[in-house]
């Protein structure tokens, strides 16, 4: 009986070279506790790097989009010729597209400021109601036109303190812009601004009775904002999420925006030595508080998900 026989190449495992290693991360794709500095290190770099390129990026479109709605209010002046009825309306859908495309890149770039630690605080004695009020003359024309009710009053009993005007009318401005979105029409927003005594205890340990007659009886130390609406409500498992980047409730998912403003809210109040939480209960509206103390800190804008 014949019998076949098969060439079989066996290695020679003597004088085979070396293999290199495999680390843990090419051979299960995750990081063993050896490797776990070098990714880390490894992801903040490619973090940073993809920061920077996203405010160069939106540096790059704002100066054209700027052009582009100069050009838009020109034709709306009829200083280049009149404009008919209908031209009128698609040039103010531009200009209103323009606005909201604005918005996005500003919002890049103040997350790429804040992410990179590129943004301090300057602070000088200022009035919060004037801040509060200005703001809420730029947003007065828009909520009317959406039929909603804005109602603020100043406070004469809040003093004159430390601030930081342009970052603070930041922080109300997007409270504002978050109730324009979500309220409906006819709906209702607060601003209000009060003195506050803010307890910040260093130790756990309880106060004696002495020390917490001292503690009621002691002058504010903060202000205390808050912007109420009459909008559907936040849900309670998203009261901490909503302050986090590019978050957006999964009700939302139809209106604009990229999930930044409440982040930028939150990275500016704490940059400025504040806190800033919600109150809201689904179909009861919405209550965005924060405080800033009178004596404000010396350290730059927030950075990450510290709360």
Known sequence: ??????????????????????????????????????????????????????????????????????????????????????????????????????????DFLTYSALETGGLKMQYAMGNINQGLSDVCRLWSTRFQEKGLALYFLANDKLPEFPLDSPKLERVISNLLENSFKFVPQGGTVWLHAEPYMWERRATAQPASSGERRRQINSQPNSVKVSVSDTGPGIPAEFHQEVFDDFFRLPSNGNQDGMGLGLSIVRRLVQGMGGKVWVESDPGAGCKFSFLLPFKPVSNSASKGKNR
């Open 1 to 106: 009986m014949a019998t076949v026989q098969k060439n079989m190449c066996v290695p020679d495992l003597d004088n085979a070279p070396p293999v290199a290693p495999i680390s843990s991360i090419q051979a299960t794709g995750m990081p063993s506790a050896a490797d776990l500095p070098q990714a880390y290190s490894e992801l903040q770099q490619r973090f940073q790097r993809t920061t920077n390129a996203l405010g160069s990026a939106a540096h790059d479109l704002k100066t054209p989009l700027a052009i582009l709605n100069g050009y838009v209010e020109l034709l709306q002046s009829e200083k280049l010729g009149p404009v008919s009825d209908r031209q009128r309306e698609v040039l103010r859908d531009m200009q209103a597209s323009g606005k909201r495309q604005q918005q996005f890149i500003q």
